[in-house]
């Protein structure tokens, strides 16, 4: 299915669907039932029992089709993205210091992520902070608290303290060989 703006939807088999006939709930592929609903049409023949069993079943799916976080199964693994995850990977076995993997909304940065910490090695420890809206000092505990760094309550208030402990976390990993990767996902918001 292509957008074609406010007009209409030109469906796979290029015939013009209205946004009214689209808002019925038609299915793109068929006409419209009499009734105004693909929904009762498919009720109707007995296919489903809730929304998410009329997904499932009317198209023969073995799982719901939508979730709220991306799913590292279904990344399409483009040159780009292999690109993307292979350089993340030499980062953190090579000691890269930083990386920086940026891309357009939607061009799968986040599924790439989830990708790299199902493949994370073992000689790393992670950090991935997911909100980056918050003040320096939250971050800083948030950090700490992902890396099981233990912060007094006295430590929590000042970001000094919340670095020192930080900084003898990151020593105590480099003297036993491991490494330590934080992962900002929506950096752009610190």
């Given at each position: 299915?292509?957008?074609?703006?406010?007009?209409?939807?030109?469906?796979?088999?290029?015939?013009?669907?209205?946004?009214?006939?689209?808002?019925?709930?038609?299915?793109?592929?068929?006409?419209?039932?009499?009734?105004?609903?693909?929904?009762?049409?498919?009720?109707?023949?007995?296919?489903?029992?809730?929304?998410?069993?009329?997904?499932?079943?009317?198209?023969?799916?073995?799982?719901?089709?939508?979730?709220?976080?991306?799913?590292?199964?279904?990344?399409?693994?483009?040159?780009?993205?292999?690109?993307?995850?292979?350089?993340?990977?030499?980062?953190?076995?090579?000691s890269g210091g930083f990386v920086q993997l940026t891309g357009e909304v939607g061009t799968g940065k986040t599924t790439v992520v989830r990708t790299l910490l199902s493949r994370m090695p073992a000689h790393a420890d992670v950090a991935l902070i997911l909100n980056p809206r918050v003040t320096p000092t939250e971050f800083l505990q948030s950090i700490c608290e992902e890396l099981g760094v233990p912060i007094s309550e006295v430590e929590r208030r000042s970001l000094k303290r919340l670095v020192d402990a930080l900084n003898r976390r990151l020593l105590s990993a480099h003297a036993a060989g491991r490494r330590v990767v934080l992962i900002v996902d929506e950096a752009q918001n610190l």
């Open positions: 299915v292509r957008a074609t703006g406010s007009a209409g939807i030109t469906d796979r088999h290029d015939r013009r669907r209205s946004p009214a006939t689209l808002r019925r709930g038609a299915h793109p592929a068929r006409e419209p039932d009499p009734k105004g609903s693909a929904l009762s049409a498919v009720a109707a023949r007995g296919l489903v029992s809730s929304a998410t069993g009329m997904y499932t079943s009317y198209f023969g799916l073995g799982e719901k089709p939508f979730s709220i976080t991306p799913d590292p199964r279904y990344l399409y693994m483009s040159g780009r993205h292999a690109e993307a995850l292979a350089h993340l990977l030499y980062g953190i076995n090579e």
